[in-house]
């Protein structure tokens, strides 16, 4: 082991006190910094080595503490932490912002027409789609054929959704109409994550002690881990479908925008970029990645099973996911 390096550094868990709000925070600005998109591969798989070796003790000569730090963050942006494997780029948390204030921003831009939301709406969740797959808890692997049924109901709701808020608003004033893609949203994050996780409400997501050692799979962990992550994204998307509407409807007033009209969807894209850049890892902090439940509020049958396998724990933890 290197001497440069302190030989108990803990790079399985965050760098920041997960236990805090702030340090929650600080934690996902660092995974989901858009920068992290432009990361060559050669960057990843040299993350991912200096990362696997360091647990096994084996550190590259002149390693730095800071430079294991970010190594960690590099490879927890672009792996899963359950499988290991190499995330699809556009579903990485670090694409969340470019990709979401581009289908975002056109969204609050095109709702006027019937065809403009569900096409807008088609693309957001299939966009959430991959998002949710990509960012999923667990290691058990979907078939094509769950994937694809899932894919088609959460979409197919979702757009149902859309139109039907839509229809609701054509008696309200403009402004309310502003605001349909956010409530479409919000409906559709409750019907989307759910369906491209219902792998896990079926069979479970693992559960481990403490120090890791995987103890079964618990449907009421999953139930609470998704519960979570359709809380944390419907917070993500209120300053980014909420503020940009309340703006974009004074600045549509003013004689710039009536002189260039086409600079309409660039600005609301902005905006949204803007607030999704606070939005996303600020929601995302809301709850502790590795989420805990107590033993007694498990399935009985699992309650059983930890018991014979380490009676002295009273906490479970598992990964919710993103």
Same mark, same amino acid.
């Given at each position: 082991?290197s =001497?440069?390096?302190?030989r108990? *550094?803990?790079?399985?868990?965050?760098?920041?006190d997960? #236990?805090?709000?702030m340090?929650r !925070? &600080?934690?996902?600005f660092?995974?989901?910094d858009?920068?992290n998109? @432009?990361?060559s591969?050669?960057?990843?798989? +040299?993350?991912?080595?200096?990362?696997e070796?360091?647990?096994r003790?084996?550190?590259?000569p002149?390693?730095?503490?800071?430079?294991l730090?970010?190594?960690?963050?590099?490879?927890?942006?672009?792996?899963?932490? +359950?499988?290991?494997?190499k995330m699809?780029?556009?579903?990485?948390m670090?694409?969340?912002?470019? %990709?979401?204030?581009?289908?975002? #921003?056109?969204?609050?831009?095109?709702?006027?027409?019937t065809p =403009?939301? /569900?096409?807008? &709406?088609?693309?957001n969740?299939? $966009?959430?789609a991959? /998002?949710?797959?990509t960012?999923?808890?667990?290691?058990?692997?979907l078939? /094509?054929n769950?994937?694809?049924?899932a894919? /088609?109901? =959460?979409?197919?709701?979702?757009?149902?959704?859309?139109?039907?808020?839509?229809?609701?608003?054509?008696?309200?004033?403009?402004?309310?109409?502003?605001f349909?893609?956010?409530?479409?949203v919000?409906?559709?994050?409750?019907?989307n994550?759910?369906? %491209?996780?219902?792998?896990?409400?079926?069979?479970?997501?693992?559960?481990? +002690?403490?120090?890791g050692?995987?103890?079964?799979?618990?449907?009421?962990?999953?139930?609470q881990? *998704?519960?979570?992550?359709?809380?944390?994204?419907?917070g %993500?998307?209120v300053?980014?479908m909420?503020?940009?509407?309340? *703006?974009m409807?004074?600045?549509?007033?003013?004689?710039?925008?009536?002189?260039?009209?086409v @600079?309409?969807?660039?600005?609301?894209?902005?905006?949204?970029? *803007?607030? @999704?850049?606070?939005?996303?890892?600020?929601?995302?902090?809301? $709850?502790?990645?590795?989420?805990? %439940? !107590?033993v007694?509020?498990?399935?009985?049958?699992?309650q059983q099973?930890?018991?014979e396998?380490s009676p002295?724990?009273?906490?479970?933890? $598992?990964?919710?996911?993103?």
């Amino acid at each position: 082991m290197s =001497a440069e390096l302190p030989r108990d *550094i803990n790079i399985r868990e965050p760098r920041w006190d997960q #236990g805090t709000f702030m340090g929650r !925070a &600080q934690h996902f600005f660092t995974v989901t910094d858009p920068r992290n998109v @432009l990361l060559s591969s050669e960057t990843l798989e +040299d993350a991912r080595v200096t990362v696997e070796s360091y647990r096994r003790g084996i550190v590259k000569p002149g390693l730095t503490e800071d430079q294991l730090w970010r190594a960690k963050y590099i490879y927890d942006s672009a792996f899963h932490p +359950d499988t290991g494997e190499k995330m699809l780029l556009v579903g990485r948390m670090s694409a969340q912002v470019p %990709m979401n204030m581009t289908i975002t #921003g056109c969204m609050l831009t095109f709702y006027r027409t019937t065809p =403009a939301v /569900v096409f807008w &709406q088609w693309v957001n969740q299939s $966009f959430n789609a991959v /998002v949710n797959y990509t960012n999923r808890s667990g290691d058990a692997p979907l078939t /094509v054929n769950q994937l694809g049924a899932a894919y /088609v109901s =959460a979409t197919t709701g979702a757009v149902v959704t859309a139109l039907g808020l839509k229809s609701l608003t054509k008696h309200l004033p403009a402004i309310m109409g502003r605001f349909v893609p956010f409530a479409a949203v919000a409906a559709a994050n409750c019907i989307n994550i759910p369906f %491209m996780r219902q792998r896990e409400l079926k069979y479970g997501i693992p559960v481990t +002690d403490e120090n890791g050692n995987r103890l079964g799979e618990s449907t009421k962990a999953a139930q609470q881990a *998704i519960f979570q992550v359709v809380v944390s994204r419907i917070g %993500m998307a209120v300053p980014a479908m909420a503020i940009p509407p309340v *703006i974009m409807n004074a600045l549509e007033k003013k004689a710039f925008l009536k002189r260039f009209p086409v @600079l309409n969807a660039p600005v609301q894209v902005g905006l949204v970029g *803007i607030c @999704l850049v606070f939005a996303t890892p600020l929601c995302c902090a809301l $709850f502790p990645q590795k989420s805990s %439940m !107590a033993v007694s509020s498990l399935e009985a049958e699992l309650q059983q099973q930890v018991a014979e396998i380490s009676p002295s724990t009273v906490t479970v933890y $598992f990964n919710k996911g993103l």
